[in-house]
């Protein structure tokens, strides 16, 4: 079983940019969809970005513009970059991954989970 962990989380002022990085510890090849999804505080999980095996890639429109998700299939890795950054994305960010799911599928159809990385947007 691929285990995935995620790196990069911290503080951050509004407008500043954070990449995150969610590391697998074997080859994410054969996964179809990657993605990642946050959770604040009161509020359910999101989808906020995921791509697919072959570079293939899904935002949400809260994040359109802002974000960009990349894929090394080689490193087994997958990054989230995070520019102009906003108090409203503070949450735990989650990495996700989909073996055989398109990169819009529901939570419940993605097979594994990272623990989560703490991002706080604050000044």
């Known amino acids: 079983q691929v285990q995935f962990v995620e790196s990069g989380g911290g503080l951050v002022q509004p407008g500043g940019s954070l990449t995150l990085s969610c590391t697998a510890s074997?080859?994410?090849?054969?996964?179809?969809?990657i993605g990642w999804y946050r959770q604040a505080p009161g509020k359910y999980r999101e989808l906020v970005a995921s791509?697919?095996?072959?570079?293939?890639?899904n935002y949400q429109d809260f994040v359109a513009g802002r974000f960009t998700i990349s894929r090394d299939n080689a490193k087994s890795t997958v990054d989230l970059q995070m520019n102009s950054l906003k108090p409203e994305d503070t949450a735990v960010y989650f990495c996700?991954?989909?073996?055989?799911?398109?990169?819009?599928?529901?939570?419940?159809?993605?097979?594994?989970w990272g623990q989560g990385t703490q991002v706080t947007v604050s000044s």
């Open positions: 074997g080859s994410i090849e054969g996964i179809q969809s």
């Open positions: 996700a991954a989909g073996l055989g799911i398109p990169i819009n599928a529901p939570e419940r159809l993605w097979d594994y």
């Open positions: 791509i697919t095996r072959l570079g293939s890639t």
